[in-house]
Each structure stands twice: as C-alpha cells, then as structure tokens.
C-alpha cells in the first residue's frame, strides 16, 4: 500500500518543528488541527463532517475538553461507523510523555472499557497507542499494561499499511479491525465493565440489605427490597449526572465528611426531585401523580455502608467513566441484578438468593443491541415511514409497547429510534422553523450539533413509550434507563436553559407509562372465587393486570401499533398454577408448552389493525409437538418475516435457538420472508437477511412441523413426501424410545459389577441386560457395549434376586420416587410415580421388542447414524429403536435423500447435532414396493443386497487390524454408500437438479 503525500509531509513537518511542539506552549487544540485530523483523514474518515451527514451518522464525534474532577469529562474524538462507536481517541500535546505518563493512559482506558469498546488510541501524533479496553484499568496499573501496539511518528511511513489495515474507515467495513481484536491476546483478568459494575452494585445491595433490615426491624421482605433497589437506582442516576455535567462533581463523595450521611444524602434526594421531577425521587403527594415515598425518607441506615459504596465512585480509585456509560450498558447490568432478591430469615437477617424462575432458565440473558436495532427497525421504522415529526405529524399518536419489558433494552432501542428519527425530519424540513421560542423542538449546541430539546424528548417518550413487567423492581430499572436516556448528551447549562424556558422540571413522570403486573393474566383469574382466600404474598405472585382499565385510551383506540420484545424463557413446569386459566383463554394452548407462546398471542391480540409485532423467541415451535397448536395459530395470522438463528450463541453463555418472528395485524398473507442465519460474523443482520431471506408459502407449511424451506427446497421435500408413507405408519407405530432409569449411577453397571452379582445370586442373569448409550451406536457399524442394564420391571419380585437388591439398596435414597405432596426445595431422589424403588422408573410395556433384531439410532447425532442389532441389547433413553429385520428399510432411512428429510422436520441442537426421536422419524416418508412391478421388486432386492453388504463391510472394518486393509474397506463402504444414495433417487424420481439440491444440504 502506497503511504499517501500527506502523511509523508505531516512526519516531516512535525520532524522539522519537533522541539517547538514539545515546547508547553503548543497545545492540545492545535496538535489535534494540524496533525491529528489529517491523520485520520488519510485513513478514509470524515473528521470535520464535509459529507453534512445527521448526527446520528457522523464518522466522528469531538467533544469539547470538560474538566470534571481534574480530568476531562469525555474522549476528544469518537470513531464510529452508520453511528454505532468503534473506537475512542484521547488526544495529548507533545509535550506530554505517553510512553512514561501513567495517567493519559488510565484516562483512556476508562473511557474505552466504560463504553465497552474494545481497542482505543492515545496519541499526541508524536506518539500512537492502542489500547485493550477489554482489561479492567486499575490507578497502580504501569503505563504499558494493556498496550497492545506503541509506534513513534518516525514509525508511521513504514508501518503504514498496518495501521491503515486495521484503523481506517474501509478497513473497519469489510471487517479488519474486528479481526484485529480477535486476534489481539485477551489477557487474564479481562473483566467488561457490565460484568463489573455488576459486581460493584451487587455488593451495595448485600451492604444496604444487611444494615437496612437489622436497622429496620419492621420492614417486611418486600419493603426491604424496594428500599435498597430505590437507595442503589438514586445513587447510580445522581452519580451519572454529576460526570455528564448535569449535578456538582463530588456531591456524594462530600457525605463521607461527617456523620448522619443518609439524613443528608436524602437531602440530595430531595432536591432531585424540585429538578428532575421524576418518579425516582418522589416524596410528596403531587396531583396527577402515583403514590409517593413514604417509607425510604424514615429508613435508618448506618454511616459505614455508604462510605463504602460512595468511596469507589470517583477518579482515580473508580474504573468506571460514568459519562460514557450508557443506558443500553446499565440495562445489561440491571437485568442480571434483577436476577436475584432479597429473602429475610426468621430472624429478620437480610439473604440474597437466586429467583427460582432464574435458576431454572439458567440465568438471565441480556438481548444483543443487533437483535433489539433489527426489531426496532422493522416494526417502529415501518410504522414512521411516510410521516412527519411534531406534535401534530401522526408520530405522536403512535404507541410502542414491550409486554415484558425487563430492564427496558427494547424500549431503549425504539425510543433512540424516535429520538434520532424527530431529529433527522426535524433538521431535514428545515431547523430554524423548528428552533424558536417555547414550542421549539430542537436547538443549537455549542459546538453547532442540533440536538432535541429536553422537552421535546419528554414529550417522545410520553406519547410513544409503553411497557409492563411482572417484576416491579424491572418497572423501576425500565423507568431509570429511560430517564437516563432523556438527560443523554445534556449538562448543566443546557439544561438550566431549558428550565428557564420552559418552566418546568426536567424529567416526566413515567407512572402512566411503565406500569407492573402480569401480562397474561387479567383479573378474571378470580373469576368464581372468593379474593379473601388468597393472602397477600399470592395476589402479588399473581399479579393481574387488566388492560383496558390501565391503558384505557390506547385500547379504546384500537391497541397498540409495536409490540415488541424478547418475552421471558419459563419453562412450562414453572406455569403448574396458571395452565388451567392458560387453556380457556389462549388458543394456543398446550400442556407443555413454555410461557413465550401464550406472550406471542398475547403481544398480536394487543395490537391495533396494521400494527406490528416482533419478538425474539425460542424456535422450538417450528417442530415440536406443543408448538403445533401456535402453528394453527400463526398460519391465520399475516407474517411478514421469519428469522432462524439455528444453534447460533445469540445469547452468550446460553444456547437458546432463537428466532425472530415479525407480524402485522391484517389479513394473513400468501407467502412470507425466511431467512436462516448460518453465522453471526456478520457487521450488519439487516444486509446479511436481505442477501439470504426467500418466500415461504404460508398455506404449505404442515401443521406437523414447519420447515421454512425455500420453493425449490420445498419442492423436493413435498416429492419426497408424496411419494412416500409415513415411517411411523409403514411399522404400524413400533417406533420406541430406549429405557430411562431415573439413576444411570444404581441401574447401570459393568461387566465386573454383573460378574460379581451373577457369581453371588446366578439368578441375577435374568435381570442383568446388555446394555447400549447414544454414543455406542454408530452407521452401520456392529454395535458393541461393556455396559448393563439392571432391567427390574415393573411388578417384579425384588425378593427373587438378593443379590440386586442388596446391591440396589445402597442407592435407596436417590432411587426413592418424589411424593406427589413434596413441599421441600429439592428431592434427593427420582422424579413421582408408581413405581417402587428399586424398580425402572417409566413404565416399559415394550420391552420385549428390546430383545429382538432392531434398527437403533442416537436420539441426538449430526446425520443419519442407524445401526442393526441382532444381539438384544437393551438401549437407554438418548436412542431410538424400530424392531424390524426389513433392510430395505434400513437403506432407505439412512440414505442423503431422507436424511436431508429429516432436518427439515427435526428440532436442532448446538454444534449442528438433530434430533431423531420417534415423533420425527415417524415421519419419514416410505416408499413403499409394487409387489407386482417386476422392476420395482428388482430395486427393493437390490437395495436388501447393497445393505447386507454394507453391513458385512462394516463388521470386517471393525475387526481390521492391518492399515492397507481398513483402507481398501473404507473405499468399499464409500463406494457402497454412493450406491444406495443413487438407487433411493432413482426409487422417488428425483431430477438431477433436486438430486443437487439435497447433496448440497447433506
């Protein structure tokens, strides 16, 4: 790569002139002028904005140089792509040594690990330093920890392809610089900021919870928790402002000077709410408004919690750069905080615990920024195309609600959707029309950036922004981000500005907007029975939530126009209680389904005609059997778009098999848009689905299980369907499940084990089985296990074999099954049922069909892995048998062409894994032989020889020792193989173009 003349002049500028510009009077303004900016120029990246892009897409953002605490308030430069950050700048005079001073480097660490980015560049053009933002900055930190590239101005002409390659605006488009952080070695110890601050506010609330119940001693468990959640949100929102510009720096690290420090802190508290006016701070009875404060203005809480909490809050002991926290980051780090609560014991000591509902999804998972931008877009951006911002544009009346709305990250994202939106229509039809006086909406910064006013920010989110949540703790951190996100980019000064002008306080009241209560259930739940039977505890567990009476105007004027959002993972086992009301009022009911289906019909019968609708969902429902009534469901509704993500780790730490499904309410449609997303290397999901979405007809989807297969696809799969019978009809229904013993550890044993047990009670043979895992059985292949089953059927007689249940008793207490009225946390033995326990644990009427010569398969393998025993072995529950000796069968099921069948039909696990249960291999089409073809009978005979010879090859491969030998038998099965692909193609006429189109997903 060519180094361009302008980088070659500014070296030997700054080379010429390098003692006067190391000289203190040379500063900051000027470095960044004449040689900073033209740096970043060269790298393609439009520094002083001479496209005249909006703000919300500029290239780059400079900030003007604050002062807070001693050091500047926000990096000088933000690089950033379609208005998502890239990567932080902090510039420095030449005067200032970056390879010695420990500061800069700190400074710009903070920034960057705060905003979690990644990389981020110090330079005072003299000097160029990148930076792993990744790593947690520490004050004692040497001023190379972390640097992860140091080059000197003379360094720039010949390393130039090398900083361009990863730095540069083309670069950071076609994906260099996100490899380059791939590749840059995570140090040990990286810790991101979420993760962090998490930490750091999840040891206030054990601080806050210990002292506030053992000062209180009657406060009840859920007076305490509203207490310290309300302490924790206030300091975190008056801590922000006072490093966005907006509150004096210092004010709560002042507290710690004295005693008494929640009296005064509280007096903070006070005066936030003559400022801001929001719901956070509400201690005084106020028309119009809910319920005020009463009880943290009376809380006692000890000096010693506070000043520790208040005491890792500032620069420089404090990694955290609050003014670059934003509410999208805070809501990551609320929504695992509200993954636990606070208990009281009997003897009023505070215990902080896991939510059992937490506990059973495994943990909380944050929504990706992507999937909540891709949402947004496609519902809250179809519904503002056309329109036109101000009060009286027909925006204002649009109303987005998230019926789950957690932390808020979905209602973040469409409310910076609206905001960025009025700005943009606003600066485009003209901003000095928009700019004046009281009914202004947008006005000038500083630095000439037109902005929103506050007031007009507020009136955004009142008229458009709607959300519920069961969790009241969720409702109070919704309403925090919000307000966050409204005071976004403003200080002190204009703020005041604003005040005077407008004569009000700076925030709105959220009350009639994010509301708490159950989504899914109104208050007919109490329909036919008396509220006095329900204490109180189980009336808020309840929650009902009606409707009409808390959003009286927008469902009188039809619904809603979005919803949107990602409603919680709850299995179904976790929804015992509220099946029975479930089942009368949701047509989507099935006994095991899990709580996302009924908020799918939920959030669609919530909407106005024409609204949109957008969820991300598990995709168990395209193929499971609970799913099937949500299928009938869907295919009466008008889809406009559905997005699988597979076994993709769209969540971290979780495979969850997301997809995004969007509806609009109208008549259902004759197609829809699909898309299956086979990567998440992807920079932009919206470019990646258009390149890859395809239509789907609705009306031949089977209610069975859909696949959202191409037309072409679909067409193969239709033949193939066609020109066969149900599997599970061709064995009259002998498709059965291995054996499930409720304790592998008791019933299971080796060969030493049944040695032992028959040498004491030879009896013991006649329960003793040869016994088979998932992972034994392999294509073709003879099957071979060193394990047993202790097979105690149902109703035998234990007392006939001493020698098992001696052995057995050992286990006793694990073995023993749950009592139907267990009440405690956990049972230490296996699940309820009629059974004894030193028995099976499922009832096992098949079991003979173990016994007899059988076609085997994994329940869960990446392809076609079907074995044939004639040993009588015994298999565990991660299999699948069908007792048959028809070989023919066996070709056909293990063939490209019905192995391509069943992925289109089977439900997905992680790492490319199907599942080949009976509910999926029963459908399976066969094609079935003319007795009285000649040819037809040909075919089938011939493919009984290919088999047999598969599995003769297979059985000498297994016993092979010498290499020249195993090779030469590959080569045979390979060949063999080939054959028997060939011969079912021919057997369901396929065409060479659907032939390709199988091979080519296989």
């Known amino acids: 790569m060519n180094v361009p003349d302008r980088i070659k002049e500014l070296t030997e500028t700054f080379a010429c002139n390098l003692e006067s510009y190391k000289k203190g009077i040379y500063n900051e303004t000027q470095t960044r002028r004449e040689f900073i900016d033209p740096f970043f120029e060269e790298l393609g990246w439009d520094v002083a904005n001479k496209q005249g892009y909006a703000e919300a897409y500029k290239d780059v953002i400079h900030e003007d140089a604050i002062k807070v605490g001693g050091v500047t308030k926000a990096p000088d430069y933000c690089f950033r792509i379609g208005g998502a950050r890239k990567f932080f700048l902090e510039a420095k005079k030449p005067s200032i040594n970056l390879q010695e001073d420990i500061l800069p480097a700190y400074q710009l660490r903070r920034y960057g690990w705060s905003a979690k980015l990644p990389l981020s560049i110090l330079t005072d053009f003299e000097e160029f330093a990148v930076y792993d933002c990744r790593v947690k900055p520490v004050k004692t930190d040497k001023v190379s920890h972390s640097r992860i590239l140091y080059l000197k101005y003379t360094d720039y002409t010949d390393r130039w392809e090398e900083i361009a390659g990863v730095f540069s605006r083309d670069a950071i488009l076609k994906g260099s610089f996100d490899k380059y952080i791939e590749s840059s070695k995570i140090k040990k110890g990286t810790t991101e900021v979420d993760a962090a601050f998490l930490q750091e506010i999840e040891r206030w609330r054990e601080l ?18 509203f207490a310290v959640q309300q302490t924790i949100d206030r300091i975190v929102f008056l801590r922000i402002c006072e490093d966005r510009g907006m509150e004096a720096y210092g004010g709560l690290m002042a507290l710690r000077n004295g005693e008494n420090i929640y009296r005064r802190l509280f007096h903070l508290f006070n005066k936030a709410d003559e ?11 106020e028309k119009d408004r809910e319920n005020c404060d009463n009880l943290t203005p009376f809380l006692r809480i000890d000096d010693k919690p506070l000043k520790d909490i208040f005491s890792n809050l500032y620069y420089p002991e404090s990694p955290y750069e609050f003014s670059v926290l934003t509410a999208d980051i805070l809501g990551q780090v609320y929504e695992k905080f509200l993954g636990k609560v606070i208990r009281l014991t009997a003897g009023h000591q505070a215990k902080i615990e896991e939510k059992p509902e937490v506990r059973k999804a495994g943990g909380v998972y944050y929504t990706p920024d992507y999937i909540v931008d891709y949402i947004v877009k496609n519902t809250v951006g179809k519904l503002l195309e056309g329109k036109k911002a101000g009060p009286r544009g027909g925006v204002s009346h649009l109303k987005i609600l998230d019926p789950a ?8 994202g469409a409310y910076q959707f609206l905001l960025d939106w009025h700005r943009d229509e606003y600066i485009k039809d003209g901003p000095q029309n928009w700019s004046k006086g009281k009914t202004s909406r947008i006005y000038q910064s500083l630095k000439g950036e037109w902005r929103l006013t506050t007031e007009e920010r507020k009136r955004i989110l009142l008229n458009n922004i709607y959300g519920v949540d069961i969790d009241h703790q969720a409702v109070e951190v919704t309403k925090l981000s919000l307000l966050l996100k409204v005071l976004e980019g403003e200080d002190e000064q204009s703020i005041g500005k604003q005040m005077s002008l407008f004569q009000e306080r700076v925030l709105p009241d959220l009350s009639n907007n994010i509301k708490c209560g159950n989504s899914l259930i109104g208050p007919d739940f109490y329909e036919h029975r008396q509220m006095s039977f329900f204490d109180e505890e189980e009336i808020f567990r309840v929650n009902a939530f009606d409707w009409n009476a808390e959003f009286a105007e927008v469902m009188k004027e039809g619904g809603f126009d979005a919803v949107i959002g990602n409603p919680p993972y709850v299995r179904q086992e976790g929804l015992m209680d509220f099946k029975p009301y479930f089942e009368k009022r949701f047509s989507v009911y099935n ?13 669609v019968s919530l909407l106005r005609q024409g609204g949109f609708f957008s969820y991300i969902v598990a995709n168990k429902w395209f193929r499971a059997n609970y799913g099937k009534p949500l299928r009938q469901w869907m295919k009466q509704q008008h889809i406009l778009e559905i997005i699988d993500f597979g076994d993709l780790p769209v969540f971290k730490q979780a495979t969850t098999y997301p997809c995004i499904v969007v509806i609009q309410n109208k008549t259902p449609g004759a197609s829809f848009q699909a898309s299956k997303i086979r ?19 609705q009306a031949a989807l089977d209610e069975s299980g859909w696949s959202l297969a191409n037309r072409s696809t ?24 291995g054996i499930k013993t409720g304790l592998n550890e008791a019933l299971v044993i080796d060969d030493a084990t049944r040695e032992k047990l028959i040498a004491e009670e030879p009896k013991s043979a006649e329960v003793i089985k040869p016994f088979l895992a998932g992972r034994d059985i392999k294509r073709y292949q003879p099957v071979f296990s060193e394990k047993h089953v202790i097979f105690t059927k149902r109703g035998i007689d234990i007392e006939k074999y001493p020698a098992i249940r001696n052995y057995l008793a050992q286990f006793k207490e694990r073995l023993m099954p749950r009592p139907k009225d267990w009440k405690g946390e956990k049972w230490q033995g296996r699940k309820p049922g009629s059974y004894q326990w030193y028995e099976i644990q499922d009832t096992v009427d098949y079991y003979a069909e173990f016994e007899k010569p059988k076609i085997i398969v994994p329940a869960i393998v990446k392809s076609a892995s079907y074995a044939f025993d004639t040993e009588g072995f015994y298999s565990n529950d991660k299999t699948t048998i069908i007792p048959t000796t028809d070989m023919y069968l066996l070709g ?41 073809d000649p040819s037809d009978v040909a075919r089938h005979d011939q493919m009984v020889s290919l088999v047999d010879h598969m599995l003769g090859l297979n059985k000498r491969l297994a016993e092979s020792k010498v290499p020249q030998t195993t090779e030469m038998l590959r080569r045979q099965i390979e060949s063999t193989d080939m054959q028997i692909d060939q011969l079912v193609y021919k057997l369901y006429d396929l065409t060479e173009d659907e032939i390709k189109i199988v091979e080519s997903e296989t």
């Open 591 to 603: 006994g095991v389904a899990d709580l996302y289906v009924y908020f799918i019909e939920k959030g």
């Open 892 to 932: 056909l099921i293990s063939s490209r062409a019905l192995d391509y069948y069943i992925h289109s039909i089977s439900s997905t696990k992680q790492g490319g894994y199907f599942e080949y249960k009976p509910m999926y291999i029963s459908k399976l089409p066969i094609r079935t032989i003319d007795r009285n």
């Open 275 to 285: 400022k801001y006016n929001s719901g956070l701070f509400h201690f005084k009875k």
């Open 405 to 412: 709305c957690g932390s808020g990250s979905f209602l973040i």
């Open 208 to 225: 806050l919870a210990r002292n506030i119940a053992l000062r209180n001693p009657d406060l009840s468990q859920r007076e305490l928790n």
């Open 679 to 697: 990567t998440l290397d992807f920079s932009n999901l919206q470019a990646y689905v258009n390149q890859h979405r395809h239509d789907v007809r």
């Open 714 to 737: 679909q067409d193969v799969l239709d033949k193939l369907r066609n020109t066969g019978v149900p599997l599970g009809k061709y064995v009259n229904g002998k498709i059965y499940y």
